[in-house]
């Protein structure tokens, strides 16, 4: 009888979102067909924080993209949008070490979604 070991990597990978925008944002998510929305995470203008941390198989790297099924951010004059997984992905870039998605949210994504200023 033979023995085949299997292994399979995972590394941790992290989400970020970026305010880019002029106004501190509030993000909220609905992670993993949750039915309510997640906790408040403020965000002021030019800062970048942690959102969301997860393991990462080789060769999977959007999948994170899948835990999400919409995220809520609304800015300081209580625009709100909601963002499902493909409008995320959109705004998202990867770091260059690949360990590292970051979500850039700018003004001009409360003004195409008819936020007045």
Not at 9 to 38: G, M, P
Not at 39 to 63: H, I, V
Request: charged content about 30%; overall charge negative.
């Amino acid at each position: 009888m033979s023995l085949i070991a299997c292994v399979h990597t995972t590394k941790v990978a992290f989400l970020d979102f970026q305010n880019d925008s002029s106004s501190q944002i509030t993000i909220s998510s609905k992670i993993n067909k949750e039915a309510e929305y997640s906790e408040d995470f403020r965000l002021d203008p030019g800062k970048s924080d942690l959102f969301y941390m997860y393991e990462e198989a080789p060769g999977k790297e959007e999948t994170v993209f899948d835990s999400f099924n919409e995220v809520r951010i609304t800015n300081a004059d209580g625009c709100a949008i909601i963002l499902d997984k493909n409008d995320i992905r959109e705004l998202a870039k990867r770091s260059s070490e690949g360990h590292r998605w970051t979500v850039y949210i700018g003004d001009g994504v409360f003004d195409e979604a008819g936020c007045a200023k």
